[in-house]
């Protein structure tokens, strides 16, 4: 058992039930080990005590009680983030936002909704479609994840190839600091009041406060839409359709791939779609727009670049419930391959497009060479892999070569001119491949950012920048020209009015 | 040993131009970013003071300093990736030629910023101003996959990447689009592309404005997803009455479509430009805000555009204004004063609106600030970036005015 620490002291937990009630804390072991994972099965962490306050004032009570006994707090939405962002120590209080599940606003004239942190993916856009409106980052989770933990990972999913990911969705933010401040961040026309910080938080992995109320952008749900199965008997060729898709300029909603093992296990499952089962790989291409005609003339075109990229057949959904059925597998492939063996490590990592077909052989390679299981399931019009490694954590040694078998594909990913997460962020799982594409410069830039947000890095605590790996920032040197005051330093010759620089 | 003598030393006497600008600053041109990086590390060191230039184009040069340094050598574009739709280009590359240099081989930078055409990449990316086809691609920040940068006091950081996707580590790039250069010197800027359009049709309507404001809606309501929908005023349209321009670019298919659309949204009224109409109607538009003292940018809600150009008109006037109304932007272009702007950013601060001044003379934008109303909270945190990215206060930008 993990032993008492100062964030399980009585007067801590009396204080936080204090706040939130005290059905609302759990302090008992098991109740505490539902929270020690995200999805994730190599990273596992009990927190200390876990409150989840139903109310922004609540938050920002709970926040402030914890600044001011100086305890470590770990934000957490639906826990599926799958790079062990959303776990905390038993030293932390993990602060569980998803009673805070309340849509505010919706505003069809405007195109945008105002939400708060806890609300599930895919209720947000039910709640858009009367108004012919929909939230388009839909990653493949939706129906678990929330709108908070996609703003801290900011979030992909397969229609992000045309509409953007989830930092181009968000127009304006309401913050809460790690000294329990609450900030508002950007406009509902989303330009910026200076600097743009909605954009920089967007992607900061709850290391720069939790967010309590979101502002995001709605788009018409397109009119037209048309979704194609191209299966092909190997996966270099359906990477290289890939990118002739891509070059082509037609720009589809979504291009998406999966491999043979991932077809046959989606076969298997009750997802069963139709895949072909002895196909290498196949692409489910969907393109959409205003006009029917339009997207259709799109599609045909699609459809002929595929066959002459060695598609053995492209065909076509007949109708809605067909395209679900096409999707459904596709977006429950992550479940259907957990069934393939006990524990699933999904990876995440990015390649150039073009890239892919030489990237996927490699990670084959790897694969074998490991003796693993590795499936593909993943975005290709965007270069984001998934490769998925299926293995039983309790065969000694096992962990170990998966995560080795990992980090080789990372490495590859990297020497394609590719970097290491897309969409699932760097948390805990991708620390030690932080230093392979930033210098300790770059390294330090990121850490002295997290600084001015929470200057005792009490937030989320160790993730996202290995520390190590930073070279010192503004130490010594700063301090002795002292020109934190504000004072210009005596070589100038010009001296710009204080206020343009002050606090 | 003088500043300009150090200089030289430093990055070689080519790199230093003493009669160049126009208040006798003298101006510093390196060649390379690591260039530019010990040039900052020793006006750290020396506590000089410098105002960052493009090509000269757009902001004034005229920010007081002790050293004026400037991108224009950094006029690489190390590289151009037809196959992944990226490419990478150094900052002080000209707007014209990388455009013409992404045609050739098939893509297109979907962006198309005030001012004269060979601005430079990286004074686009630090004022981050998009222009009309900010309806159809999104604001300048939609098309940068990662920066490179110099802080002020020296240090090369890089933020983002070069593929399409990527979340690692926190996204800097945000910080350097649309910061004025308060937060670090951009040096190399990696981009998002789009495949040349294969069909790219400009079609105008001229009317009064709340005519133009309510066929905008329309086309929004049915469905249409122009690139580009922009409300121009007369002067700045040179027609006799305010225009409403609608792009609309992509497969030749798409574009027949859309404009088939927009003739039954509002009755046939618009007339199709042809292809050097089009071009010249919009490049005009874009080069006339450079020719006036001031230009500001305000970003509301689209129903709020009309309320907003009520406003504008009755506290600075409306002669030069090109409005997005399916985004809520509006740039303004003109003269003003001092007082006029505070009044008008402070009345817009009460409707949730941010004005963003673009460009004006050193004092104007000094006593205004780029920026200037902020939100409970933010202060700290913007005056906590720029000492993080510039201990020394190295760089002279006009960030928050000084009211
Ligand atoms: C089967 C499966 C499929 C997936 N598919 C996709 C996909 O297609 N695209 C994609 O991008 N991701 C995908 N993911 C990853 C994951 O679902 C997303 O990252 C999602 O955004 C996480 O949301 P969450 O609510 O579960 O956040 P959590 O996992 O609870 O938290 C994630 C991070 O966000 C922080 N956080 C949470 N809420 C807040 C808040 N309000 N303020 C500040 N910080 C906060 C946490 O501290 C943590 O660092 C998938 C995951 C699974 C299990």
Redesign the pocket.
Known sequence: MTPPSPSQSDSLVDALAGIVGARHVRTALPERMTYAR??LPTHRRVPGVVVLPGQRDEVIAVVRLLATLGVPL?????????SG??LADGDAVLIV?TRLNRILKIDPRNRLAVVE?GVVNVRLSAAAAPHGLHYTPD???QT???I??????N????HCLKYGVTANHVLALEVVLADGRAVELGSPGGEPWGPDLVGLFVGS??NF????RITVRLLPVPRAIRTQLADFDSLRTAGEAVSAVIASGIVPAALEMMDQSCIRAVEDSVYAAGYPRDAAAVLLVELDGGSDAAVEADAATVAEILRSHGARAVRTAADAAERERLWLGRKKA??AMGRLSRDLV?QDAVVPRSALPDVLETIGEIAARYGLTVSNVFHAGDGNLHPNISFDGRVPGLKARVDAASGEIMTACIAAGGTITG???V?LDKLRYMPLIFDGDSLAAMRAVRRVWDPEERV?PG?VVPIHACREWYGSRNAERGTRNGFAPSGSAFRVSRSAFAP | MSLVDRVRALLGSDAVDLAATPDGVPRVAPASPDAVALLLGTAREEGWRLRVEGAGTWLPADAPADLALTTRRLDKIPAIEPQDLSATAEAGIGCDVLRQQLADRGTWLALDPPGLAGRTLGSVVATASSGPLRQGFGPVRDHLLGVTFVTGDGRVVQSGGKVVKNVAGYDLTKLEAGGFGAFGVIVLVHLRLRALPRADQTLVLEGTREDLTQVAEDIAAAGLQPAALELMSPALARRERWALAVRFAGSAALVAADEAGLRAATGGRFTALRADEAHGCWMRAAESFATRPVTFRVGGLPDSSDELLDLLQHQVGDEWVSASPGVGAIRWGGETTVDRLRRLRRTLAGLEVPLTVERAAWPLRAAVGHFGAYREGAGPLIAGLRRTFDPGEAFVVAVEGTE
């Open positions: 995200d999805g770990v934000p957490r939405g639906a826990g599926t983030g799958l962002g959303a936002l942190p990653p493949s989770s678990a994840c929330t908070g933990g996609n703003v801290a990972e979030s992909g999913g397969p992995e709850g406060g939790i967010a309590t992550f479940g999904v969409e699932h962020g948390g989320n993730k």
